[in-house]
C-alpha cells in the first residue's frame, strides 16, 4: 500500500506553551508533502520529525490568525538558503499574499523559486488541489476570521492482476489495462472469464479531514462522512463550553459529537488551550462520545 501518514508538527492552540507548538501538521501521501497551517516554529518542527524539506510543495493555511501562518516566512526564507529551485504553492485567503508579499520583496529577494499563491474563498466548498492520486476540497466553517478546513481523498485506484487467474485464462498482454480497468475476457471460443475472476479488489481509497478553528457546526459531519481520520479541534473541556461559544472554538465532546455523527474511521483532537497542562480530561470527554478516539502530540505520526 502507498504511504498516507499524517505528521502532527504542532497542537497547541494561541498562547505558546512549554508542552506544545503552534498549529501545523504535514501530510506524507506518496512521498509527496502536503503542509497544512504553518505556526512558528514549524520548520524546527520539520526537522525534529525527519520530513524533507524538499518534498514539500504545497501548503495549505486555513485561516489569518498568527498561530496558523506565523512560521511562513521564516520557513520560505530557510527554502532559499537552502537553494531550493521548485516552485512553492500556497493555497490560502487570499488576503494572504497581500500580507506576505512585502516581506518577501524584503526578506527572500533574489529567490532561486517562485512562491505561487493560490486564492479561494473559506465559505465555499470547492475541490482546490488535484493531482492523478488525490483531490483536496475545502470544508467551511465558522471562526472570527474566514476559516476553512481541507478535505484529502485519494482516488479509487484499479483492481490488481490475478496473475494465476490471468495465466491459467491465456489472458494477452495488451488486454492487462483493460482487465485492470474493469474489462471481461472475452475467449476465441465465446467463453467469457468474469473481472471478478482475473483480478482482486485494491485496497479502499484513504481520506483525511482537517477542522481546525471552528464552533461547533454540526453541518460538517455531511461532508467529513465516512472519513478514515478527522482531525478537529478541541481547544475546551466541557466546563468552559461558554468560553468556547465566545470564542469560535469548540470542546472535545462536541469534537467527538462530529465524528460520531459522521461514522468516520477514528478521532484525533488538538489545539488544545494552553489552560490545560494534561489533556487526561479532554481525550475522557471525547471517548465518551467517539471511543476511538486519540490525542494529538508533537511529532506524532499517524499511517492510514
Avoid at 182 to 201: C, F, M, W
Avoid at 226 to 249: D, G, I, K, P
Avoid at 252 to 272: D, M, P, W
Wanted: glycine fraction near 6%; include cysteine.
Amino acid at each position: 500500500m502507498e504511504k498516507f501518514e499524517v505528521n502532527i508538527l504542532g497542537c497547541g492552540s494561541a498562547l505558546p506553551t512549554t508542552r506544545h507548538q503552534a498549529t501545523s501538521q504535514v501530510l506524507n501521501i506518496r512521498e509527496k508533502l502536503f503542509m497544512i497551517d504553518c505556526g512558528e516554529g514549524t520548520q524546527v518542527q520539520l526537522r525534529r520529525s525527519r520530513l524533507k524539506f524538499s518534498r514539500l510543495n504545497h501548503i495549505f493555511i486555513s485561516h489569518l490568525h498568527g498561530d496558523h501562518c506565523f512560521g511562513l516566512i521564516g520557513l520560505i526564507s530557510t527554502f532559499g538558503m537552502l537553494e531550493r529551485t521548485a516552485d512553492l504553492h500556497i493555497y490560502c485567503h487570499a488576503e494572504l499574499e497581500r500580507l506576505l508579499s512585502p516581506q518577501l520583496e524584503f526578506f527572500c529577494k533574489g529567490m532561486s523559486f517562485q512562491v505561487i499563491f493560490h486564492p479561494f474563498n473559506p465559505g465555499e466548498k470547492k475541490v482546490i488541489y488535484e493531482d492523478r492520486s488525490l483531490t483536496v476540497e475545502t470544508i467551511p466553517l465558522r471562526h472570527r476570521l474566514p476559516t476553512c478546513g481541507f478535505l484529502f481523498r485519494e482516488k479509487p485506484t484499479p483492481n490488481h492482476i490475478n496473475r494465476e487467474m490471468i495465466d491459467f485464462h491465456g489472458v494477452p498482454i495488451w488486454m492487462m489495462n483493460r482487465i485492470k480497468n474493469g474489462e471481461d475476457y472475452v475467449k476465441e471460443d465465446g467463453t467469457v472469464v468474469p473481472n471478478s475472476v482475473l483480478t482482486y479488489p485494491s485496497d479502499p481509497p484513504r481520506s483525511y479531514a482537517y477542522c481546525s478553528d471552528t464552533t461547533f457546526l454540526p453541518r460538517i459531519a455531511e461532508q467529513v462522512k465516512e472519513v478514515t481520520l478527522l482531525f478537529h479541534e478541541a481547544t475546551f473541556a466541557e466546563s468552559e463550553a461558554v468560553r468556547a461559544r465566545q470564542t469560535l472554538h469548540s470542546t472535545a465532546r462536541e469534537a467527538a459529537q462530529i465524528a460520531h455523527n459522521a461514522s468516520v474511521g477514528q478521532l484525533l483532537i488538538g489545539h488544545f488551550s494552553a489552560r490545560y497542562e494534561d489533556e487526561a480530561v479532554l481525550l475522557q470527554e471525547a471517548k465518551e462520545v467517539f471511543p476511538n478516539t486519540l490525542l494529538a502530540y508533537e511529532n506524532q505520526r499517524i499511517c492510514l
